[in-house]
């Protein structure tokens, strides 16, 4: 049974930073790339960024140079660093396993997490 656990969402203000936690059990980790999505009220999950076994990452545009994203796969865990947070990045999200480096869309994901509520307030 593949899980993905997830935390360490939050209310933060405007600029501040969190970090994100995804814990899987239940598969060969370092074998999966493992993505970030976030889904906005009202809007379609949208891909994040996602690293591949290797630490190779991509990310979304408007959040390419304030995330970052690594991975302990001693640990069977990877992480979702927001620094410079905005309004704009208020969602839940969420961790999914995926077999390629490239796969940016929700139904190319395998196994996904429950998600985690992060609130940036102005």
């Known amino acids: 049974q593949v899980q993905l656990v997830e935390s360490g969402g939050g209310l933060v203000q ?13 598969l060969t980790f370092s074998r999966y ?8 009220p009202g809007k379609e999950r949208e ?3 996602v690293i591949s ?7 979304f545009g ?5 995330f970052t994203i690594s991975r302990d796969n001693a640990k069977n865990t990877v992480y979702l ?8 990045d208020t969602a839940v999200y ?12 929700v139904n190319e994901y395998d196994y996904w997490g429950q998600g985690t509520q992060v609130t940036v307030s102005s």
């Open 53 to 59: 076994g290797n630490s190779g990452t991509r990310f």
């Open 14 to 26: 405007a600029g501040g930073s969190l970090r994100l936690s995804c814990a899987a059990s239940g």
């Open 47 to 49: 891909f994040v960024g």
């Open 94 to 105: 969420y961790c999914a396993a995926g077999t390629s480096y490239y796969y940016a869309s």
């Open 81 to 88: 660093q927001m620094n410079d947070l905005k309004p704009g």
């Open 62 to 66: 408007s959040v390419r140079g304030r």
């Open 33 to 40: 790339a493992m993505g970030w999505f976030r889904q906005a």
